[in-house]
């Protein structure tokens, strides 16, 4: 039996140096439908103004549209401040001006949460991400830090009603446990806060009522065949594709989500939760 439904990346970067739209039209040829397009700062030189943050978000804007009108997918996009961006600005500011430096950096992440937000608010965002934690070891102050700075984000969702895609530390018993935690106490629906790059175990009780947006990278298979009824809300697919001409491929390849839809299905995965992956799990999360 051969899929035929709607096929969505629930995590993909593009960039104009990169494959760019051939990236986007290789994913459609093996029968992907829509994306999920991530903003993705220049990590070498990241915003540090107000307005930076809104040319760079709609640089990110245009290329969605030119996804839409050129290849004819359809596209929602995630706009806002990279926890590896920010941890590092925040890094070099705080050694060079001690609190003065922090109380900058953290200004730098309001103005980038802000610029996501009027572009939500313009129905041309659906969603603010990649937020969360360095996946890297860092100092306390840098992890309490970005952890009161996600507990307000987690905190501005609630009162929007916005979903999150987060980028947080790998994997660790505590994780789970810990954002729905916190994303609890600041009152948020815990269907809306997605986990991107999970693991692909998606039990609700690994994965405690958020939404996870697995890693489709071959071994991600079994374990998601195995776990699969046991999900809450279902799961997203991923490939995090960078579109990074240093890094061609990674972190996965573009035509991958669809490929392993077509896999999942013939290892016994009914229609119907392939359904629900590509298409009513994005209308519940993201709005249709
Ligand atoms: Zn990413």
Excluded at 85 to 91: G, K
Excluded at 93 to 122: C, M, P, Q, T
Aim: net charge negative; glycine share 8%; charged share 25%.
């Amino acid at each position: 039996m051969v899929y035929d439904g709607p096929i969505l990346d629930n995590h993909f970067h593009l960039n104009r140096k990169g494959l760019f739209l051939e990236a986007a039209r290789s994913f459609q040829r093996v029968g992907g439908t829509d994306l999920v397009l991530v903003h993705c700062p220049d990590f070498a030189a990241p915003p540090e103004t107000l307005e930076g943050h809104q040319t760079a978000y709609a640089d990110t804007l245009s290329m969605a549209q030119s996804v839409r009108d050129e290849v004819g997918l359809g596209v929602r996009v995630v706009l806002g401040p990279h926890p590896a961006a920010f941890a590092h600005q925040f890094e070099r500011w705080v050694s060079e001006d001690g609190d003065a430096g922090k109380e900058r950096a953290v200004e730098n992440y309001r103005h980038s949460i802000e610029a996501a937000l009027a572009f939500v608010h313009e129905g041309q965002a659906h969603a603010i991400g990649e937020v969360g934690r360095p996946h890297w070891p860092v100092s306390d102050e840098i992890w309490d830090l970005s952890n009161e700075l996600l507990d307000e984000t987690m905190h501005l969702a609630a009162q929007e009603g916005l979903p999150l895609q987060l980028h947080v530390e790998g994997e660790s018993e505590d994780t789970y446990p810990d954002l729905a935690k916190r994303a609890l106490r600041q009152g948020m629906d815990l269907r809306k806060l997605i986990r991107h790059y999970s693991p692909p175990d998606v039990r609700e009780a690994h994965t405690h009522g958020l939404t996870p947006s697995v890693l489709c990278g071959k071994g991600a298979l079994e374990r998601l065949v195995e776990t699969h009824s046991m999900a809450k809300n279902g799961f997203f697919l991923e490939t995090d594709y960078m579109d990074d001409p240093r890094r061609p491929g990674a972190v996965l390849g573009p035509k991958t989500v669809p490929k392993r839809t077509q896999q999942l299905l013939a290892a016994g995965v009914d229609e119907e939760v392939m359904w629900n992956t590509h298409s009513a799990l994005p209308n519940r999360v993201y709005g249709e």
